[in-house]
T-cell receptor, first 112, second 111 residues
Framework: KQEVTQIPAALSVPEGENLVLNCSFTDSAIYNLQWFRQDPGKGLTSLLLIQSSQREQTSGRLNASLDKSSGRSTLYIAASQPGDSATYLCAVRRSGNTPLVFGKGTRLSVIA | EADIYQTPRYLVIGTGKKITLECSQTMGHDKMYWYQQDPGMELHLIHYSYGVNSTEKGDLSSESTVSRIRTEHFPLTLESARPSHTSQYLC??????????FGEGSRLTVL
């Protein structure tokens, strides 16, 4: 059974810092991996989707990488801002017809 | 920007009431999902659908039921609400590229 782990569970950084959030999964045979952001009391916002054949995806200040063989993905946030404060979740899909398996998330606080 | 809508956003009801949480998407996605999430906790899949007339139970046992009569509509129903059903319910749909889009959620409180 696929398990997704996100470390650290919480992170606090000063504004302007570059930071990396980690996601690991136990079964490397994945179809795709998706990073989300969740603000308190809200739904999830899709940030980046990486297909199994891709190594990374970029959107603005965000860059996500995927290393299937080691069962890892990282989300890099450049020049962090207070508005980046949220919980970031990683999720993987084993095949085209299976639901996503979510990690517990990393709660990020960017201090002005 | 994803077009997926959930109503109501907030609901407070008494024990024993029947409720339906609505979820609609205008993107024509076949695959739709319901997740349950307690505050600060992880998401748990409770129901999903691969298309019209298709419904499946997820990983978390739930006393709720779902239906999928139309592609754009995936309502979740609780026949008799209990305090243990107090939670946030998140609906999502999946694009052809495999990307998942979520609604804003329905926060249910059962007294």
């Amino acid at each position: 059974k696929q398990e997704v782990t996100q470390i650290p569970a919480a992170l606090s950084v000063p504004e302007g810092e570059n930071l990396v959030l980690n996601c690991s999964f136990t079964d490397s045979a994945i179809y795709n991996l998706q990073w989300f952001r969740q603000d308190p009391g809200k739904g999830l916002t899709s940030l980046l989707l990486i297909q199994s054949s891709q190594r990374e995806q970029t959107s603005g200040r965000l860059n996500a990488s995927l290393d299937k063989s080691s069962g890892r993905s990282t989300l890099y946030i450049a020049a962090s801002q207070p508005g980046d404060s949220a919980t970031y979740l990683c999720a993987v899909r084993r095949s085209g017809n299976t639901p996503l398996v979510f990690g517990k998330g990393t709660r990020l606080s960017v201090i002005a | 920007e994803a077009d997926i809508y959930q109503t109501p956003r907030y609901l407070v009801i008494g024990t024993g009431k029947k409720i339906t949480l609505e979820c609609s998407q205008t993107m024509g996605h076949d695959k739709m999902y319901w997740y349950q999430q307690d505050p600060g906790m992880e998401l748990h899949l409770i129901h999903y659908s691969y298309g019209v007339n298709s419904t499946e139970k997820g990983d978390l046992s739930s006393e709720s039921t779902v239906s999928r009569i139309r592609t754009e509509h995936f309502p979740l129903t609780l026949e008799s609400a209990r305090p243990s059903h107090t939670s946030q319910y998140l609906c999502a749909s999946r694009s052809s590229t495999g990307e998942l889009f979520f609604g804003e959620g329905s926060r249910l409180t059962v007294l």
